[in-house]
């Protein structure tokens, strides 16, 4: 069973509009999200993140927004640009008794921003 | 600073001969990971070392994979006898304080 969910596997976006990226989420012990970008035959690329204490995270064009209630947090990417277009994983970790913070991971989502 | 650095960047080898992975995790971080990547699913988490110890190894697929991390520093990850189904990207990511993990460049290991 998949508790992190990204259920669109690509999007399309024109360069300069936003990009909205979707992250569900079915464990209620999560207490932080990460957003990483991947470009082909690289490693994740940490990009932003939330604590679950917080509902909003800005960082320059980037901003994830996390609704707990519902379980899902959304990365926003405004404007988006095309060195932009990677595929991003969405993950979500909780300190457990052994302070793991193991990473939970999304199946990612590609984003396609087109000049 | 440099980053998590892995090696080899692609290993091919044929089934039941043994391999081994490298990670070197940034300087100073004492907590590492290795995840494993299968063709077509999520990224998985497969164990964790604070310094020299095993912290979690929940997510080790079976007894075919050994995973050390003598002196603290670099990890291995072993496997062997290699078998069809261990191919895949396997990453090593490296964290401090707090949550945020950084990732190495992966190492692809396709096993004919």
């Known amino acids: 069973d998949q508790q992190v969910k990204q259920n669109s596997p690509s999007l399309s976006v024109q360069e300069g509009r936003i990009s909205i990226l979707n992250c569900d989420y079915t464990?209620?012990?999560?207490?932080?999200f990460l957003w990483y970008k991947k470009y082909p035959a690289e490693g994740p690329t940490f990009l932003i993140s939330?604590?679950?204490?917080?509902d909003k995270n800005e960082d320059g064009r980037f901003t994830v927004f996390l609704n707990k209630s519902a379980k899902h947090l959304s990365l926003h990417i405004v404007p988006s640009q095309p060195g932009d277009s990677a595929v991003y994983f969405c993950?979500?970790?909780?300190?457990?008794?052994?302070?793991?913070?193991?990473?939970?991971f999304g199946k990612g989502t590609k984003l396609s921003v087109i000049p | 600073e440099a980053g998590v650095t892995q090696f080899p960047s692609h290993s091919v080898i044929e089934k039941g001969q043994t391999v081994t992975l490298r990670c070197d995790p940034i300087?100073?971080?004492?907590?590492l990971y290795w995840y494993r990547r299968v063709m077509g699913k999520e990224i998985k988490f497969l164990l964790h070392?604070?310094?020299?110890?095993?912290?979690?190894e929940s997510g080790m697929p079976n007894n075919r994979f050994l995973a050390e991390r003598t002196g603290g520093t670099y990890s291995t990850l072993k496997v062997q006898p290699a078998e069809l189904e261990d191919s895949g990207v396997y990453f090593c990511?490296?964290?401090?304080?707090?949550?945020?993990?950084?990732f190495g460049p992966g190492t692809r290991l396709t096993v004919l």
């Open positions: 939330i604590s679950s204490i917080k």
């Open positions: 990511a490296s964290r401090q304080a707090g949550p945020t993990q950084y």
């Open positions: 993950a979500a970790s909780t300190n457990s008794g052994a302070g793991s913070y193991q990473l939970t």
């Open positions: 300087s100073g971080h004492d907590n």
């Open positions: 464990n209620s012990m999560f207490d932080y």
């Open positions: 070392f604070v310094k020299e110890s095993k912290q979690d």
